[in-house]
């Protein structure tokens, strides 16, 4: 079996194939079953998957990007709540903590970023476990596509995910990575 930490590539092209809501709703079961600070769960997604969809992306990707996203099946965009304090009291019901967050912007920022960048390895790897190729992207404008998107939504796009059963002949080979020695200090 393909070990998806050693042997997964991103995917640059897909194949002709769909991906079933079921496949989306057990990604997001996956994804959802992982830690975030006070269970804070910032993630927010939006599944492109419509050509009237990708039109409106279109404009704010990036000229090097635009051609895999076209083509992917679906493009993801990984987004966070910055208002997602306003559910911890039911998200962490250990102790109310929604007061840490209001009136503190950067803190609240902070941990949304934070927390929502870990979700999107999740769903990186999640997607990986099922089989699925991605392609993630931070080459677009964030502010335009968050404008077009999440208009009377306190959200704000992290990242966007190409997403689809991946052409091997559509990635690269692989670039060097640091070895444990190089990165890693035990004290
Ligand atoms: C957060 C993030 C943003 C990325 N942005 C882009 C992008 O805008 N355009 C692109 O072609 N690749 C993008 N990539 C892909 C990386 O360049 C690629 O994953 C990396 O070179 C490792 O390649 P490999 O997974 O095939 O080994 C991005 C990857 C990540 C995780």
Redesign the pocket.
């Known amino acids: 079996m393909k070990n998806i930490f050693t042997e997964?590539?991103?995917y640059?092209g897909f194949q002709d194939k769909e991906v079933s809501q079921t496949t989306l709703v057990e990604l997001y079961e996956m994804v959802k079953n992982n830690a975030t600070s006070f269970n804070c769960q910032p993630l927010r997604i939006t599944f492109i998957k419509s050509k009237e969809g990708k039109e409106r992306l279109d404009p704010f990707v990036?000229e090097?990007?635009k051609e895999?996203t076209m083509q992917a099946p679906i493009t993801a965009i990984l987004a966070m709540d910055l208002s997602f304090y306003e559910d911890l009291p039911k998200n962490f019901p250990a102790m109310d903590v929604s007061f840490l967050f209001k009136d503190n912007p950067d803190f609240t920022y902070q941990t949304a970023f934070r927390n929502s960048s870990l979700q999107g390895g999740y769903f990186?790897k999640a997607a990986h476990a099922l089989g699925l190729g991605t392609?993630?992207?931070?080459?677009?404008d964030n502010n335009g596509l968050d404008e077009e998107f999440f208009k009377g939504k306190n959200w704000k796009s992290n990242?966007l995910c190409n997403l689809g059963y991946g052409d091997e002949a559509q990635?690269?080979p692989?670039?060097p990575r640091y070895e444990f020695d190089d990165i890693v200090e035990i004290l």
């Open positions: 997964n590539k991103t640059y990036l090097t990007n895999k990186i392609g993630p992207m931070s080459g677009f990242f990635t690269r692989r670039a």
